[in-house]
């Protein structure tokens, strides 16, 4: 990159570390500027065997802590700079956050997203008047069009990750905690570009030196823990992910400077992690938490925080900024982690096979579900654990066998030829009947009309089949 397009904010040469007096003066000037958001207690602390407390940071208005940062920055541009307007790189929460605050304030904002940032993020930017310019494969690159923009346009440029009114704001968080909780032991923190990490440690390691902080990152972008190794920030190349607010493929300066010397430990957790730890706080906590937000409780529930068993702890939940169909199917992988939802590649006739080796197991099939659009035969079974004695199901055997008859019965009827046939068999068999007769009975004088047969509307299969499931389940009870 050209030196006369680096963030002057962000100094690779000369980078500076956050002071403590950064910290309050925030503190003081976004008092009652931004929410105040609850630090409650796990509901499942038993099983966690921790004293586990959730900050929810998701609960801001642009759903992310983002918006602390966001609104101390605009609020100490001078006038000229916010007549000109801002500009920002982001993969959407910073975003939002930027351009929610910049409408507040009446600034005009500009924000630069990769291309593989959620549809959802970048029509709340611009339901909120933001300019959006989606380009750059990751942050990196998008980071880099915003700089050559706010060059060409004399606009400033606010990293979202890295700029020192950024960090300070973030370490806000960190005295909530501190009157929230008391006597914590350890704070889990998501790590993506740093600040988040830089902010709260600095100010928990002034106040509360006793109290140690953990972060956590994505093992498909270890951004920082490769700083940490060299020493340096250095470029670590991004894969998708879950968590997509945590792929900055390079740690700022500023906030690797403050955080490096402060930071406890440093967790990386795998995918699988992150979207049981989604799933959970939905099931327990009633929260919808974007991958990025869920690393903490990923880092817990991977077993990699075991030293802090018994003790206090809080972890931070940043953000529930996600697209409903990710967010759907990191729930569903989730539930395969916890062998809740199993995938397998079956045609028609190996599914019945399955099924009928999964009812030896005692295992009941709840819901089939054909994605032949994505993969050729492909189900997704669903299949929960039951005692025999508690729900009595139809057996898939007997389901089966009453399942054909009815399906044999209903084609018989549907049949116009059928009636036809029983007729006339019905004709042969009468006559039949009469020659067999004896003489010295009685003959009862006519024979009985044959009734035409009567077309019953029957049911589909599956219905039929779902209503005979559901009276077994009655009579059980």
Not at 209 to 223: A, D, F, M, N, R
Request: net charge neutral.
């Amino acid at each position: 990159m050209d030196d006369d397009i680096i963030d002057i904010h962000c100094d690779p040469k000369n980078p500076r570390e956050i002071k403590f007096e950064d910290i309050t003066t925030a503190d003081l000037l976004l008092m009652d500027e931004v929410l105040k958001t609850p630090c409650t207690r796990a509901m499942n602390c038993i099983e966690y065997d921790m004293d586990l407390f959730f900050k929810k940071e998701f609960l801001q208005p642009t759903g992310s802590f983002q918006s602390r940062g966001a609104r101390h920055a605009l609020r100490l541009l001078s006038d000229e700079k916010k007549r000109r307007g801002v500009i920002t790189a982001s993969t959407g929460n910073h975003a939002l956050a930027i351009s929610y605050q910049g409408y507040e304030l009446n600034i005009p904002v500009t924000v630069v997203v990769p291309t593989s940032t959620a549809a959802s993020k970048i029509e709340k930017c611009r339901s909120y008047k933001a300019h959006v310019i989606i380009e750059g494969r990751d942050i990196g690159e998008s980071r880099i069009v915003a700089l050559v923009l706010a060059r060409e346009r004399r606009l400033e440029f606010i990293n979202g990750s890295d700029h020192t009114h950024i960090i300070a704001a973030n370490g806000t968080i960190a005295f909530e905690i501190l009157k929230q909780v008391p006597k914590v032991d350890a704070i889990v923190v998501p790590v993506g570009g740093g600040g988040l990490l830089a902010g709260i440690a600095k100010a928990l390691k002034t106040v509360s030196p006793q109290t140690q902080v953990i972060g956590v990152e994505l093992e498909k972008c270890p951004s920082f823990q490769r700083a940490m190794a060299n020493e340096s920030p250095v470029y670590t190349p991004p894969n998708s992910s879950l968590a997509e607010g945590l792929l900055v493929p390079k740690v700022g300066y500023n906030a690797f400077a403050t955080a490096a010397v402060l930071l406890d430990k440093l967790v990386v957790v795998r995918e699988a992690w992150v979207a049981l730890a989604m799933l959970r706080l939905l099931l327990e906590e009633e929260c919808v938490v974007e991958g990025a937000g869920a690393v903490g409780l990923a880092a817990v529930l991977s077993g990699q925080l075991n030293e802090f068993k018994k003790k206090r702890v809080v972890v931070l939940l940043s953000g529930s900024n996600t697209d409903a169909v990710a967010y759907g199917r990191a729930l569903e992988r989730g539930m395969a982690v916890e062998r809740r939802l199993l995938s397998e590649d079956h045609d028609v006739c190996g599914a019945i096979t399955l099924f009928e080796k999964l009812e030896k197991l005692d295992l009941n099939v709840h819901q089939i579900m054909s994605e032949c659009v994505w993969l050729p035969s492909a189900y997704k079974m669903e299949m929960e654990q039951r005692k025999k004695g508690t729900c009595q199901l139809l057996s898939f055997s007997a389901l089966k066998t009453q399942t054909d008859e009815v399906v044999k019965e209903e084609k018989e009827l549907q049949d116009p030829r059928t009636s036809k046939i029983q007729e006339r068999n019905h004709m042969e068999t009468v006559r039949d009947n009469q020659k067999a007769t004896p003489k010295n009975v009685q003959d009862v004088g006519a024979i009985e009309e044959t009734p035409k047969p009567v077309h019953v509307a029957m049911k589909p299969k599956k219905f039929l089949a779902l209503n005979r499931k559901l009276t077994a389940k009655k009579r059980s009870k």
